[in-house]
Each structure stands twice: as structure tokens, then as C-alpha cells.
């Protein structure tokens, strides 16, 4: 793809401390916070865009995509850049929910303290085996601490 909506505009550098600030639900050792990093700099998209679309969690995205409009991604920087957007959204998203596993498996652990598989299950409204996968998954951070909109 050769055509670069808004391409005059100065990428920042994937190391950019504005770059790790907004990736911050991508894992900071394996290399991803920098090669998404230079691929959103590549297409002139700027931490600020990402940050302002997963605060929305892509909101914005989907009204326009919704609408149906001609020229619809043109404010988000064309078709290539929404598809790199709203794929960011559904990694912050996939992040949020294995948190969200992560924390519901170490509230199960603390229930089969107390309380039977059975007892835990029909609480739940899951199967007893299902009670043990769950507590089996532990809370394995590390987990983004507070989610972009939180403003506190």
C-alpha cells in the first residue's frame, strides 16, 4: 500500500515514551509495543489517535463504519488506518477480558476454600469441572492497572 493519508505528517519513533504510554495493554518484553508502534507511524497514525480510540473503545470507529458514508475512514485516516485501529481495539479489548478471567479464577480459588465445586458451580450457574478450569487459570498479570477512561 503505497498511499499514505496525511503522509507529510512526522511519524514519532516506536520507542517513543508516547508509544509505550498507549500500548501499554501489549506486553512490554516481546517486542509487539514497538513493531505496533512503527506500524501505526508508518501510516501517519499518532499516539494521541490510538489513545483517543481505545478511550473511546472505538466508539468513533464503528459510528462511521455504521453510517456508511462515502469517504467514512477519511477522518481516521482511511480504510488502512481504521483496520489497524479498530484491530488495536480488539487486542485492548482481548487484554481487558483475560484480566477480567484472570480475576474472576483468583475470586473461584477463594470460594474452594470454603465452599464445594458444587456448591461454587451452581452458584455460577457453570458445570463442576468447569469451577476447577476456572480456578486452575490463575491471575497471571501483568495487566494494564486502570482502563484509559477510568478518571480517577
Do not use: C
Amino acid at each position: 500500500m503505497s498511499s499514505q493519508p496525511r503522509g507529510d505528517i512526522p511519524a514519532s519513533s516506536p520507542s517513543d515514551s508516547r508509544w509505550q504510554q498507549v500500548l501499554t495493554h501489549r506486553p512490554v518484553d516481546d517486542g509487539t509495543r514497538e513493531t505496533a508502534a512503527a506500524r501505526f507511524a508508518e501510516r501517519g497514525i499518532t499516539p494521541e489517535q490510538l489513545k483517543a480510540v481505545l478511550a473511546d473503545g472505538g466508539d468513533a470507529l464503528y459510528a462511521a463504519a455504521a453510517g456508511g458514508q462515502p469517504g467514512w475512514a477519511d477522518p481516521f485516516g482511511g480504510p488502512l488506518a481504521v483496520a489497524l485501529l479498530s484491530a488495536e481495539v480488539s487486542i485492548f479489548a482481548a487484554h481487558l477480558n483475560s484480566r477480567a478471567s484472570g480475576v474472576r479464577s483468583a475470586a473461584v480459588t477463594e470460594l474452594l476454600d470454603e465452599y464445594s465445586a458444587v456448591t461454587v458451580a451452581a452458584e455460577l450457574g457453570v458445570a463442576r469441572q468447569k469451577v476447577y478450569e476456572i480456578a486452575r487459570a490463575g491471575l497471571r498479570p501483568p495487566y494494564i492497572e486502570q482502563v484509559p477512561w477510568r478518571t480517577s
